[in-house]
């Protein structure tokens, strides 16, 4: 066996230490920072809530990676914290047990690549779940509703049930469902107020759905979701 220098040895570690990093980093999937939501929007509350609709047509307009935040913001994000609660969000939840998470699968919005992202609350950031475009994916499984694969933006609602459950018993199933909806109405409102064409779908088939978001369907499961266009 021939001798190695030990500045080949050392330079040999380096690559073989930046290689496991990179791997390490690719794995961990990519961190999307959304932009500080400090835009306001002109339109009243009164306003928003005499316009909204439920909108299954699309001009094919730009909705952008600015756009998204502020939908998943004022949906759900944490808008004010408060030791040693922690944060409260845009939406009331059952004893702030917030059992409701956010996945977002993108469609050529401006500024994000289409893939399945999962919703960081805490970080106010989108995860990058799994890459590609999927909006027709969730058009069939959602038998076959068409106008969702139009869509630029779609939200899946899922539920991780023991955490409301866990202190309220079968009856936080119930307010589990609550949560959901005030959550949905937040999307329909920030949506509309945005000019966006928001619209609720709740019929899905719901263990390809949850296949799909690669969840167990048990302790957690998708309970809403709801599509966003322009």
């Keep these: 066996m021939k001798n190695i220098s030990l500045h080949t040895y050392v330079s040999m570690f380096i690559v073989q230490v930046v290689i496991v990093n990179c791997v390490y980093a690719l794995d961990k999937g990519e961190s999307i920072l959304l932009y500080p939501t400090v835009r306001k929007n002109a ?5 928003t809530i005499k ?3 439920s909108v299954r047509s699309y001009t094919g307009g730009k ?3 600015n756009d998204v935040s502020q939908l998943l913001y004022y949906a759900n994000g944490i ?3 408060e030791p040693p609660f922690g944060g409260f969000r845009a939406a009331p939840s059952a004893g702030a047990t917030y059992p409701i998470e956010l ?3 993108s469609n050529m919005i401006d500024g994000l690549e289409d893939a399945l992202y999962w919703y960081d609350v805490e970080k106010n950031t989108l995860e990058k779940k799994k890459k590609g475009n999927f909006v027709q994916a ?16 779609i939200i899946l609602m899922t539920a991780v049930w023991q955490r409301t459950t866990g202190r309220y018993g079968e009856r936080g199933r119930r307010y589990v469902i609550l949560d959901a909806g005030h959550i949905g109405e937040n999307i329909y409102l920030e949506a509309t107020s945005l000019n966006l064409a928001p619209c609720a779908v709740g019929a899905f ?3 390809q759905i949850n296949d799909f978001l690669d969840i167990d369907g048990q302790r957690e499961s998708c309970i809403y979701i709801m599509v966003v266009g322009k």
């Design 43 to 47: 339109m009243s509350v009164e306003e």
């Design 51 to 53: 316009k909204r609709r």
């Design 63 to 65: 909705i952008t990676l």
């Design 79 to 81: 808008t004010h914290r």
């Design 103 to 105: 996945y977002v699968v």
């Design 138 to 153: 969730i058009a069939e499984r959602s038998y076959g509703q068409q106008f969702i694969a139009n869509a630029q933006v």
């Design 205 to 207: 088939d719901d263990e």
